[in-house]
């Protein structure tokens, strides 16, 4: 059993930053992968950004350039470092946690942070 503790949400103005963070603890046996994931209202939820463990990343499009994704292996922990944030980032961000054991993998989810983009 993993569990994720997500924390960094909140209100900030158009071209502001946040930075989410988010610790996996528990029965972690391998993390292959970390993700952070956003959902807006009657939307559906979409990936922002992913790590490996390796530290190779990727991010959609409308994030290039202005978020930036870290983990610390050691302690389980990934980050989302958020900046020139928009009207359209705002949502609720999801941390997702890869795990795997022999041949399986396992996805873990946080409980979700809200961010919220306004003038």
């Known amino acids: 059993q993993v569990q994720l503790v997500e924390s960094g949400g909140g209100l900030v103005q158009p071209g502001g930053s946040l930075r989410l963070s988010c610790a996996a603890s528990?029965?972690?046996?391998?993390?292959?992968?970390m993700a952070w994931y956003r959902q807006a209202p009657g939307k559906e939820r979409e990936l922002v950004a992913a790590?490996?463990?390796?530290?190779?990343?990727s991010y959609r499009d409308s994030v290039k350039g202005r978020f930036a994704i870290s983990r610390d292996n050691a302690k389980n922990t990934v980050s989302l470092q958020m900046n020139s944030l928009k009207p359209e980032d705002a949502a609720v961000y999801y941390c997702m946690v890869r795990t795997r054991f022999r041949f399986f993998d396992h996805d873990y989810w946080g409980q979700g942070t809200q961010v919220t983009v306004s003038s």
């Open positions: 790590i490996t463990r390796e530290g190779d990343t």
């Open positions: 528990g029965r972690v046996f391998s993390i292959s992968a």
